[in-house]
């Protein structure tokens, strides 16, 4: 089976490979047979992630594999097992090797593999072109719109134990933020403004241009402020969690708390974690200090996120929203001069923020309270998730 390493180094080998197909409805009965088989291959030796795409036009479908070595790739495609289910593929479209490069697949509509056939019957999987980026977005639901923003070094996978349960009352529209999971990585733009600006183009594009309801963390709450801060008259309510204050207005004293922002801010950031993106994320991130909850990002989530973070300029652009901080304050504080006026909900895991997030918000915000969600850490959504839920849901009812 012909096939292309694009990568073969620190995470694993990566392969692309593309199949054809003769029209839309093809490519729509091939991708639902591809995720019908994927599970086979994950009890494989050797098996990191596996992600499918298919393109806009409906006339092709690729596939993103990691395998940890070139080695464990080809002694998996090439059992028994694994050809006769390529060969059961064929009857929906024609194999054409690996031509495609990672950047092309990620120009296609994305179509990260889930398995929870519930979850994937009220969601999917979207691309749009706003504001000179592609953004992914995943959408499902009934009610009112909530945008949910994610944080770093996250996706829209972040919130995926809270969905399910939202979308019950609310129309959620989940995006990748640009330089993150499938949206496009841009060389500029990291400026929460911009950030955000794509996101109020893409609730455009989607006629959402009355009022909806906010949700953010981490890195999010950055880009929600301003978005927030922008559009007052759009947001009914806005849940804020473990962000501080934005960059102008307190995000600044946590830099001389965690080493991160410095190390992030640095020129040697990319050098140090080139190659090493599994080990990095899952020992800084997931597995560290700033997980109390040990158990609630398992290694197919880490799988995920290094998946997304592997991809060329995934680390970088997660940095480069670091970066644009000195620029984000100083644009906040000539920009934004009033308080945000709708009601605000500030969360802080007790093992991570705490009040800190609420002390943040007050300073940009007139009608804030806070809460501190127990025995959790920084990542809430995945901690906590159905306290996180509650606590969206009972705030978002109110008068």
Not at 128 to 133: F, L, M, R, T, W
Request: some cysteine.
């Amino acid at each position: 089976m012909p096939q292309t390493v694009i990568s073969d180094e620190g995470t694993g080998a990566v392969f692309v490979q593309l199949w054809t197909t003769p029209t839309p409805e093809n490519q729509k009965q091939l991708l639902q047979t591809m995720k019908e088989k994927m599970d086979m291959f994950k009890p494989m030796p050797g098996f990191i992630s596996m992600s499918l795409h298919p393109s806009l036009d409906g006339k092709h479908l690729a596939v993103y594999a990691q395998w940890e070595s070139q080695a464990a790739f080809e002694a998996a495609v090439s059992s028994n097992q694994a050809m006769e289910v390529r060969k059961s593929f064929t009857q929906y479209g024609e194999y054409q090797g690996a031509l495609c490069t990672v950047d092309t697949v990620m120009q296609a509509e994305a179509q990260p593999v889930t398995t929870d056939a519930e979850f994937n019957r009220v969601f999917s999987h979207h691309t749009a072109e706003v504001n000179g980026v592609k953004i992914h977005y995943v959408m499902g639901g009934q009610g009112e719109p909530m945008l949910l923003v994610h944080g770093h070094p996250e996706t829209w996978y972040a919130w995926r134990k809270i969905m399910p349960t939202l979308a019950q009352h609310y129309t959620l529209i989940v995006p990748d933020l640009r330089g993150y999971g499938d949206s496009s990585k841009p060389k500029t733009g990291y400026e929460k403004h911009i950030v955000a600006e794509d996101l109020h183009q893409l609730l455009q594009s989607l006629n959402v241009v009355q009022r909806y309801y906010l949700v953010a963390y981490d890195m999010g709450g950055p880009v929600a402020y301003a978005l927030a801060a922008a559009h007052p008259e759009q947001v009914i309510r806005f849940v804020s969690m473990e962000s501080g204050g934005p960059p102008g207005f307190g995000l600044e004293e946590l830099f001389a708390i965690e080493w991160h922002f410095s190390f992030f801010m640095s020129p040697f950031a990319e050098l140090l974690t080139a190659g090493r993106e599994r080990e990095f994320l899952t020992d800084f991130a997931f597995r560290g200090k700033f997980v109390y909850q040990k158990d609630a990002i398992n290694d197919e989530d880490i799988a995920e996120y290094v998946r997304c973070n592997g991809t060329p300029n995934g680390m970088w652009a997660g940095f480069a929203y670091y970066r644009a901080f000195p620029a984000d304050a100083q644009y906040n504080r000539e920009t934004f001069k009033g308080k945000l006026k709708m009601p605000v909900l500030a969360l802080g895991g007790d093992h991570s923020f705490g009040n800190l997030q609420l002390k943040g918000m007050q300073a940009v915000a007139e009608n804030v309270r806070g809460e501190v969600i127990q025995d959790c850490g920084h990542f809430i959504p995945e901690e906590q998730p159905e306290v996180l839920t509650q606590h969206i849901l009972d705030f978002f009812r109110e008068e």
